[in-house]
C-alpha cells in the first residue's frame, strides 16, 4: 500500500467516524422524541479503498407501527364513550347515593305516605311537593346534560374534521419533499419523522393502513375503507351546529353527517367509513348513545306522568287536564313524547314558586278552596299511582309491567351495566395500547447502546488520526533523504 493510498483510506475512516457521531448524537438527542426513528449509518467498502458512507438508514417496524396506530384508535374511541357513559351515570346517580334518581322516587314516596298520616299538617304537604319538585328536576336536569354532551361532541366533530383535513394536506406535502430529497440525494429521515407524527394523529382520530408507494410516497386509508390520501387528498367535510336539541338527529337530516370528496359516508358505530378512533366515537355519542339516553329519559318521564294525569287519581281533573308532573304545564301528548324529559315539571297548581298552593296534593289539583284538612284520600291515591305496575308506554325496559321506582331502577341498571362494558373494553384497549407501545419504545433509541457504539467511534476515529500521524512521519522521513 502507497501512503498516499494509505492517507486516503485514513481520511474516508475520519470522514465515516465523524457521520456515525453525528448520527449517534441525533439519536441520544432525539430518544424521547415521539415519531422519531433511530437512524444507522450504513457503510460499505470502497472500491479505491478505505470506506465508503452508502447513506442513513431510518429503523422503524412498520408492522409494529401499524398495530399501535389502530391500537391507539381503539383506545381513544372506548375512552370517549366511556367518559360519556360515566358522565350519563352521574347525571342519574347510583341508587346508594341519596340525590340519585332512584333516591328521589323513594323520596317522593315517603313524603306522601308522610303526608297522608296527617294532611292537615302544611309542612307535609309542602315536603311532597318538594319531593315531586326535587324529581322533576333531577329526570329534566339528566335531559339537558345528555343535550349537552351531544352538542360537545357535535363541536369536537368539526375540530376533529378540520385537523383531519389539516394534518392530510401535510402529508402529501411532506410526500413531495421526501421524493425532492430522495431525487436530490438528500436524508430524508427528519421529513419521514415529521409524517411519521403526522400520521399517527390522523390515526387517533381515524385508524389508517399505511401503504407505501414510489420515491419515499404513502398512500393512507382508512380501515372502513375510504381513501384518505393517494396521491390526492380527499376533502372531508363536516357543518356543526350551534346547539344540538333532543329534536335534532341524522336521519332527518337536522345534523350533518360527513362527506368524503363530495360523497356521503356512513358514521354509524357499526360500519362507519372514518370510524374506530376518536372521531367515530364523538359521532357514536351524538347519533347513537345520546339519543338512546335521550329516548329512556323521554320514556321514564311519559310513565311518571301518566301515572298522575288520570281522572281516577284525581276526580278534580277533566279529561285533558294535565297532571302532578305535566309537560312543561300542559297534559302529555303521547305524539310529542321527544324531549319530553327536558320539559318536565310540576304543576304549577301545587307550586308555591309559580303561584300555586301545596294543600291542592290534598284537595286535587283543580280545587279552587281548601277541603277537609283530614282528607287522605287523595294523597294515599297518589301514592297508589306511584306503586302501581304497569308496562311502559315506550322506551327499551323488556317486556313486562313496572312500578315507577323499578322502572327507574331498570334504566339506572342497564346504565350501569353499559358503563361497566364500556369500562372493560377501555381496560382491554388500554392494555393493548400501553403493550404495543411498550414494544415500540424498546426499538427505539437505546442510550446505552449509542453510547457504546460512540467508544467504538472514537477508538476508530482515533486510530484513523494515528495512521495519518504515521503517513505524515513516513512522508517527513522520505522528505529528509
Known amino acids: 500500500m502507497s501512503i498516499s493510498s494509505a492517507l486516503s483510506n485514513a481520511m474516508t475512516g475520519l470522514g465515516a467516524a465523524g457521520r456515525t457521531s453525528e448520527i449517534i448524537s441525533s439519536n441520544i438527542a432525539n430518544a424521547m422524541t415521539p415519531g422519531y426513528g433511530v437512524r444507522n449509518l450504513s457503510l460499505s467498502s470502497s472500491q479505491m479503498g478505505g470506506v465508503s458512507v452508502d447513506g442513513v438508514m431510518r429503523n422503524v417496524n412498520p408492522a409494529l ?7 391507539g384508535a381503539s383506545f381513544r374511541n372506548a375512552t370517549a364513550r366511556t367518559e360519556f357513559l360515566t358522565r350519563y351515570e352521574d ?6 347515593q341519596p340525590s340519585s334518581l332512584s333516591a328521589r322516587i323513594a323520596k317522593f314516596e315517603e313524603t306522601l305516605i308522610t303526608a297522608a298520616s296527617r294532611p292537615d299538617a302544611p309542612e307535609r304537604l309542602s315536603g311532597a311537593v318538594e319531593a315531586a319538585r326535587d324529581l322533576a328536576g333531577i329526570i329534566s336536569d339528566a335531559s339537558v346534560g345528555v343535550q349537552q ?12 374534521v378540520d385537523r383531519l383535513n389539516t394534518s392530510l394536506e401535510n402529508v402529501r406535502e411532506l410526500n413531495g419533499r421526501i421524493t425532492r430529497t430522495i431525487t436530490l440525494g438528500g436524508d430524508p429521515s427528519s421529513l419521514y419523522d415529521l409524517r411519521q407524527a403526522l ?13 407505501p408507494r414510489d420515491n419515499g410516497k404513502i398512500a393512507l386509508y382508512s380501515t372502513g375503507g375510504a381513501i384518505l390520501l393517494d396521491g390526492g387528498v380527499a376533502e372531508i367535510e363536516f357543518m356543526a351546529v350551534n346547539q344540538v336539541t333532543a329534536y335534532m338527529n341524522l336521519g332527518a337530516g337536522t345534523l350533518s353527517g360527513l362527506t368524503v370528496n363530495g360523497i ?10 372514518l370510524g374506530g378512533g376518536s372521531l367515530g366515537a364523538e359521532f357514536e355519542i351524538r347519533d347513537e348513545l345520546g339519543t338512546d339516553a335521550q329516548t329512556q329519559l323521554d320514556a321514564l318521564a311519559r310513565d311518571l306522568i301518566e301515572r298522575f294525569q288520570d281522572p281516577a287519581v284525581d276526580p278534580t281533573l277533566l279529561p285533558g287536564d294535565a297532571g302532578l308532573f ?8 303521547p305524539a310529542n313524547e321527544t324531549g319530553l324529559s327536558g320539559r318536565l315539571e310540576i304543576n304549577a297548581a301545587v307550586d308555591v314558586r309559580q303561584g300555586g298552593e301545596p294543600w291542592r296534593i290534598r284537595d286535587g289539583l283543580n280545587a279552587v278552596a ?56 377501555l381496560s382491554f384497549a388500554s392494555s393493548q395500547f400501553d403493550e404495543l407501545t411498550q414494544q415500540m419504545l424498546s426499538e427505539g433509541v437505546d442510550t446505552d447502546r449509542e453510547l457504546q457504539r460512540l467508544l467504538i467511534v472514537e477508538q476508530s476515529y482515533a486510530a484513523n488520526v494515528r495512521m495519518i500521524e504515521a503517513a505524515d512521519e513516513m512522508m517527513q522521513t522520505i522528505l529528509r533523504i
Open 91 to 96: 347525571m342519574l346517580g347510583t341508587p346508594d
Open 326 to 333: 305535566t309537560d312543561e304545564g300542559m297534559w302529555l301528548d
Open 149 to 160: 354532551a351531544r352538542s360537545e361532541a357535535d363541536r369536537n366533530i368539526s375540530v376533529q
Open 199 to 211: 400520521v399517527d394523529e390522523i390515526s387517533d382520530m381515524v385508524p389508517v393502513r399505511q401503504v
Open 264 to 273: 356521503e359516508v356512513r358514521t354509524d358505530s357499526e360500519r362507519g367509513a
Open 65 to 71: 407501527l401499524a398495530d399501535v396506530r389502530l391500537s
Open 370 to 425: 281548601p277541603g277537609e284538612v283530614g282528607d287522605a284520600r287523595l294523597i294515599q291515591s297518589l301514592t297508589t299511582a306511584l306503586q302501581t305496575t304497569r308496562a311502559p308506554g315506550s322506551g327499551d325496559f323488556g317486556a313486562g309491567a313496572f312500578s315507577a321506582i323499578n322502572l327507574a331502577s331498570a334504566l339506572t341498571s342497564q346504565l350501569g351495566s353499559d358503563r361497566f362494558q364500556s369500562e372493560q373494553k
